[in-house]
Structure formats: structure tokens, C-alpha cells
């Protein structure tokens, strides 16, 4: 028996024979193009595939992980979209390389930049960058590329994984995998724990002449056993059975209201990036919608959303949803988000720069186009509209007066708009926590970001791997902005959720109920382990 020990992304095992991957290598033809028109038709529809595989992924992933975690495939097809990157292929093409091995150095150069920069969310997208790139050459050299997986399920073992090969591996064939390189935080770990793939990574001891060795994965305490001894075995089939027991409870608890045993109500809604999530809403039995991200619509696309296009996306959800709540936040374009026609500055630190609601406040037009089009949907359903990265009360006080206006403009034209729609915001920066009381007068409720919240406390970047050991999590000052938020609210009869990455963390629950914290906000996939942890909560 042999032991080796890496970072675990899920506390689950997985007990089944090694399967080792090798990648197929790509050769890039560097000898001159022959035809320049073709090698620009072949890159173009190349890329054109490429997008709607992105796409294709992000639905996969959003069905086995949940919107957040997909989300990283918008951005993929974002980035194949990119004049710049566009124009260095063309350019190279042009000028007599081949499309393969133009997009191979174009996408290294851009890489590069990227790996350089100061900002280490921006340094992460590197990786992306080439992820994107390989899956453009496989089109155009017309690789299908090596196979994943074995006929048979297994624990799949490789020097890495990129996302995108992540979320294309078959669930009924992947009983784990285990990773040389990689980092507990990056996209394909964040991948493998919403999905409930046990995973370990970082595990420098993996070797290809493992393959079809049994093993075990022990997420519990990231270690993994090779050809493990008759009662080790016993003794992890019996753990793992007893897993299955307790995923199985959880069908129990589709239907049942979320409420403790002493009887205090805690609503459990789903975080959401677009109308394509609402089955996986459904299926989990949310009791409503926390965070209805609307960048959706402002993403892929080459000028701004018209106002109808919007109000025929926020109808769809508040038709689904009714009679359950729908919260949805305005445009949070910037920082990780960006798109072209907005014209945006390119800055060194954009999670502090023009973003979100400064976007909004200071082109007045473009945000009236989206209130308008949340007051019209709003008789279709129970809104409520919420304004993302408010720090101070001029600026929430200035979005409820255009939100009047709004009103004012849409009812002179003889416009239906519901006489219930609530009006919150989130609380994501220790700014908005220290004048929670002012917000809160002017609030019918709060909904605490709790990732950009431990971000902006702790002056650190959950992006960046190299800080993981100096990234809390449970850091008390953010759990007592947490606290001091929920009492603040409640000072004035306006009610606290929480939709971060928190609102998910089952160690946390018992304290946010304690708390008095009114509603937990997460991906559909977590609703029900949430919902049995309220309703087992003395």
C-alpha cells in the first residue's frame, strides 16, 4: 500500500482503479500558408465552433454545477469574441502563418501579458486564455483529442485538468480524479465540488505507471491510497455507503418549508445567472430566487440590450417563479465582467474601479433602460429590485429617485407596474456594513455578498492561489460585519439574506440563524443540504 497526499476540493471518497489520462499533442504546422484566404475562413469558422462548444459546456455545467461555477465558459466565449485577440490571429495569418499556429502564438502572447499582470484575478485568466486557444487548434486541425475516460468507471488521474475537459468528462465514468497541478481554488476545483466529484490536487506523487492500480480517494484528509490493504478497503466502503445514505435524505426535504425546530422561518432561494437556470430552480425546490444575476444580457452581444430584450428576460423568470420571489440585481458589469461596446478604461485594479452601480450612476440613460424594463415585467410576478456595490446613501438615494422617474415616465404612457415591488441592496463592502443603519431606512431588504465582503475586509484576492494560506474565510471581522449587518437591518424592519459563497457554508448555518439571518441565497444544487440543516437546527 502506497500513500500520497494532496489538497482536497470535496470531503467525499471515491474508491475505483486508476485510469491516467494523456493528452493528445498538438503538432502546429509552422511552415508558411499556401492559401492566406483559406487559413482566414478556416480560423473564423474554427472560432465559430469553438463559441458554441463554450456555450455547449456552460449549459453542461450549469445543469452538474450550477451558474456560478458554469460561468467561466460565458467568459471563455467572451474572450473568443475579443477584437484584439481577433485581430493578432488575422494579423499573423495575413501575414503568410498558418491559422493553427497563428492562434497558438497569438493566444501565448496575450497569455503572457496577462501572467504578468499586477492583478492576480487578471493573471488567472492566462490560463483561460490558453484553454481557449487549444480548443480553436483541435477544431482546425480536426483533433478529437485523446480519451478522457476508460469504458469503465474509474478514478481518472492526470498531470491537469483545464475546465473544459472537467466538465466534459461522463459523471457515470468518474468515480474521482487526482491531479499533479492545480490549486484548490482554480476553476476545475470549483468545478469538481459542485459537481460532487471527489478530487484531490496538487498531488506531486502522481505517476503514470499507476494506471489500473486500485485506489482510494480520502477527501476527508486529501490523501490518496494505492492498492489499499482487504480492511482498509472494508473500512472506506462502509464510509462510502454510509455517504450515499445521507445524499439520499436529502429527496426528503424537496417540498418541506425551511424552518428550524423551534420554529423560526429561514427562506432558502437560488443564486441564478439567467432564464436557462430556472429548471435547475425548480428541481432543487428553491422558495425563490436571492440573486438573479442580469449581466446575462449584457455579455455576448455587440451593442447594449434594448429595453424590450431585457423586460422579455425579467417576464420569462417572474412568470416561472410566481408566486415565489424574484430578486433581481442590476447590471454588474466591470471588474471580472467587461464587454467592448461599453467602452470601458482598461484599469490596474478594476475589482476598486468603475464597476457596477458607478457604471450605472454615471450613464444614466443606460440604467433607465433596465429599470424601465424591471417595472414593466414586475406585474408578472413578486420582484424585487437590488442595486450590487452601494457604499454610500447618496448613491442608493440616487437610484430609487431614477427608479421614480422610471416609474413616472412608464405610467404616463399608460404602463401596468406592480404596487409591491421591494427595493434592497447588497452589502458587499465594510463601507456599506458601517452605515447599514442609514441603507436600511431606505431598504426592504439586504442581501450580504459575502465573496467581494472577505475580499475587500481582508485585502485579499480569493482569485489569486499564491495567497490560499492567507485567505479566511471564517475571518472574524467578516463574520461580525455579517452580525452587525443583520442588526442593523432588523433596527428598521428590513430584512437580511446572505447570497455569498457563506450562505452555503453548512459550519455557518447554526450562527446565521442565531443571528437572525431571514434568507440564504445559493447555487440550486445546495438548496437542499441548506434546507436540512434549518430544519435540524434546534
Not at 276 to 283: P, R, S
Request: net charge negative; proline share 3%; aromatic share 6%.
Amino acid at each position: 500500500m502506497k500513500e500520497a497526499r494532496g489538497i482536497s476540493v470535496l470531503n467525499r471518497i471515491a474508491i475505483g482503479r486508476i485510469h491516467y489520462y494523456h493528452p493528445s499533442k498538438r503538432e502546429v504546422d509552422e511552415s508558411p500558408a499556401e492559401d492566406v484566404e483559406a487559413e482566414l475562413k478556416g480560423f473564423e469558422d474554427a472560432r465559430q465552433k469553438a463559441i458554441d462548444e463554450q456555450n455547449g459546456l456552460y449549459e453542461k455545467a450549469l445543469r452538474e454545477a450550477g451558474e456560478e461555477e458554469a460561468a467561466v465558459f460565458e467568459v471563455h466565449a467572451m474572450m473568443l469574441e475579443d477584437d484584439d485577440l481577433i485581430g493578432d490571429i488575422n494579423r499573423y495569418i495575413r501575414e503568410g502563418k498558418r491559422a493553427a499556429y497563428a492562434v497558438d502564438m497569438a493566444c501565448k502572447e496575450q497569455a503572457q501579458v496577462f501572467s504578468e499582470m499586477d492583478d492576480s484575478y487578471m493573471r488567472e485568466r492566462a490560463a483561460d486564455i490558453l484553454d481557449i486557444g487549444r480548443s480553436v487548434i483541435d477544431i482546425i486541425l480536426g483533433l478529437k483529442g485523446s480519451e478522457l475516460q476508460g469504458a469503465e468507471a474509474s478514478i481518472l488521474m492526470a498531470e491537469d485538468l483545464a475546465p473544459s475537459e472537467t466538465v466534459k468528462l461522463k459523471k457515470e465514468l468518474l468515480l474521482g480524479f487526482v491531479t499533479k497541478e492545480g490549486s484548490g481554488n482554480s476553476h476545475t476545483a470549483i468545478l469538481a465540488r459542485s459537481m460532487g466529484i471527489p478530487a484531490l490536487v496538487q498531488c506531486g506523487e502522481v505517476d503514470p505507471e499507476w494506471d489500473g492500480h486500485l485506489a482510494i480517494i480520502d477527501g476527508y484528509n486529501g490523501c490518496l491510497y494505492l492498492d489499499p490493504e482487504e480492511g482498509q478497503l472494508a473500512e472506506f466502503k462502509a464510509r462510502q455507503a454510509e455517504e450515499e445514505r445521507k445524499r439520499k435524505e436529502l429527496d426528503a426535504y424537496k417540498g418541506v418549508e425551511s424552518i428550524t425546530k423551534s420554529g423560526r422561518r429561514v427562506q432558502v432561494y437560488a443564486n441564478i445567472g439567467s432564464p436557462k437556470d430556472l429548471d435547475a430552480v425548480l428541481q432543487n425546490d428553491a422558495e425563490g430566487i436571492g440573486l438573479f444575476r442580469s449581466e446575462f444580457l449584457y455579455l455576448n452581444r455587440d451593442d447594449y440590450p434594448d429595453e424590450e430584450t431585457q423586460y422579455l428576460a425579467y417576464r420569462e423568470v417572474l412568470k416561472a417563479l410566481y408566486p415565489r420571489e424574484v430578486i433581481i440585481r442590476t447590471c454588474d458589469i466591470g471588474a471580472d465582467k467587461t464587454v467592448d461596446y461599453m467602452g470601458l478604461d482598461k484599469e490596474e485594479n478594476p475589482a476598486l474601479g468603475f464597476r457596477a452601480i458607478r457604471i450605472s450612476l454615471s450613464r444614466r440613460d443606460f440604467f433607465k433602460t433596465q429599470l424601465r424594463a424591471l417595472l414593466r415585467a414586475s406585474i408578472y410576478g413578486r420582484l424585487g429590485i437590488m442595486f450590487p456595490m452601494i457604499i454610500s446613501l447618496k448613491e442608493l438615494l440616487s437610484c430609487k429617485e431614477l427608479l421614480r422617474e422610471c416609474e413616472e415616465e412608464l405610467r404616463l404612457k399608460g404602463a401596468e407596474i406592480s404596487d409591491s415591488i421591494e427595493v434592497g441592496t447588497m452589502i458587499e463592502t465594510p463601507a456599506a456594513v458601517l452605515i447599514a443603519d442609514e441603507l436600511a431606512e431606505h431598504c426592504d431588504f439586504f442581501s450580504i455578498g459575502t465573496n467581494d465582503l472577505t475580499q475587500y475586509t481582508c485585502a485579499v484576492d480569493r482569485q489569486n492561489a499564491a495567497l490560499d494560506d492567507f485567505l479566511d474565510i471564517h475571518h472574524p471581522a467578516v463574520l461580525k460585519e455579517i452580525r452587525m449587518t443583520v442588526e442593523a437591518g432588523h433596527r428598521h424592519s428590513c430584512r437580511v439574506g446572505i447570497c455569498g459563497e457563506l450562505g452555503a457554508d453548512l459550519s455557518l448555518i447554526g450562527q446565521f440563524i442565531d443571528w437572525g439571518v431571514d434568507e440564504l441565497s445559493v447555487s440550486p444544487v445546495k438548496v437542499l443540504p441548506i434546507r436540512k440543516a434549518i430544519c435540524n437546527h434546534g
